[in-house]
């Protein structure tokens, strides 16, 4: 039976709102959680994007929730200080944490003033940032040279147990590259074909592990509403690689996104004012093998979205 969380968006929220809507998420019957990782939201309209870390402690001691992140390492954070994140989380928290590591967006990357690398320079950075981050995790001293410079670096404080390393992926090219390496795999809603095929290619790879995927949905008491929340705060993500990956700004993304019709947003998020709808697509997911569903409602006020999810879609999920 599949795990339903509530996923944590940064980039919409208040970290001090966030916080209790996790809290509330726990109370209405969610049973995992997962977080953003961004320096910069994806539209102005969206207005936040708080320290993920910082937060992590904060809401992982307000409740009992397993929680993950998903996280770029290689340019705005060097893996010897996402290991020590990690490992320092895992210790306060023994088996309730995890981190997807993804290649990243240049609307994070790029306040470093490093040059934004091509997509394969990414990914290889990307493997070596596992293996170091592995290697420290498991309490070896490591010191490495090439697309990131480590010297002589340990970990002092470990969980006995290291965290999952979960590989993120949005294309079956990446899902079968992450099946070389990744402890499970995650990505976000698509169509089911495109899913089915993704779990196929990491599964035939070899992959191991849970499956878990991030659904963006939008609910309201109807479907004019609804449809109005996707579309204020969630047009500017309905862009295919690479545009996503290469704009660098919030201000950039608006300008691009000007255009986005509603119809359009509605092929990245399950919009829809039926719980019984919702729950049907989440039931879905569910039987294409993701053991792991992550609800995230696009809007930035949570409450009604979670006391609805609670007491009338959970239920049917069970």
């Not at 390496?181 to 169509?191: E, M, Q, R, S």
Request: glycine share 8%; hydrophobic share 45%.
């Amino acid at each position: 039976m599949a795990t339903y969380g509530f996923h944590s968006s940064h980039e919409q929220i208040h970290p001090a709102e966030l916080l209790k809507a996790v809290v509330q998420a726990e109370q209405a019957g969610f049973t995992a959680a997962m977080s953003s990782d961004h320096f910069s939201p994806w539209s102005a309209r969206q207005g936040q994007s708080a320290f993920a870390w910082s937060w992590l402690g904060a809401a992982m001691q307000a409740t009992n929730l397993p929680f993950g992140v998903v996280n770029a390492p290689g340019q705005r954070y060097h893996p010897a200080i996402i290991a020590q994140a990690i490992g320092t989380l895992g210790a306060m928290f023994p088996d309730r944490f995890w981190a997807a590591l993804g290649t990243g967006e240049a609307s994070n990357e790029h306040i470093t003033g490093d040059r934004w690398p091509r997509k394969a320079v990414r990914t290889a950075r990307l493997r070596e940032c596992v293996d170091v981050i592995r290697a420290l995790l498991a309490g070896e001293e490591v010191s490495h040279d090439g697309l990131v410079t480590v010297d002589r670096a340990r970990l002092w404080t470990r969980p006995q147990t290291p965290p999952k390393l979960i590989g993120a992926a949005v294309s079956v090219e990446t899902a079968r590259w992450c099946a070389e390496w990744a402890d499970g795999l995650i990505t976000v809603n698509a169509p089911i074909g495109t899913l089915r095929e993704m779990v196929s290619a990491y599964r035939d790879a070899g992959g191991r592990g849970r499956l878990a995927l991030q659904v963006h949905l939008s609910w309201a008491e109807d479907d004019d509403t609804a449809t109005a929340i996707a579309h204020d705060q969630w047009r500017s993500n309905v862009f295919r690689p690479p545009v996503c990956w290469d704009l660098d700004t919030a201000e950039l993304f608006d300008v691009v996104s000007e255009d986005v019709r509603p119809s359009a947003v509605a092929e990245a998020v399950n919009i829809s004012s039926d719980l019984g709808w919702h729950a049907a697509r989440l039931n879905e997911y569910a039987e294409l093998g993701f053991e792991e569903i992550y609800l995230h409602h696009v809007g930035q006020e949570q409450g009604a979205f979670l006391d609805a999810f609670g007491a009338k879609v959970l239920p049917q999920l069970r």
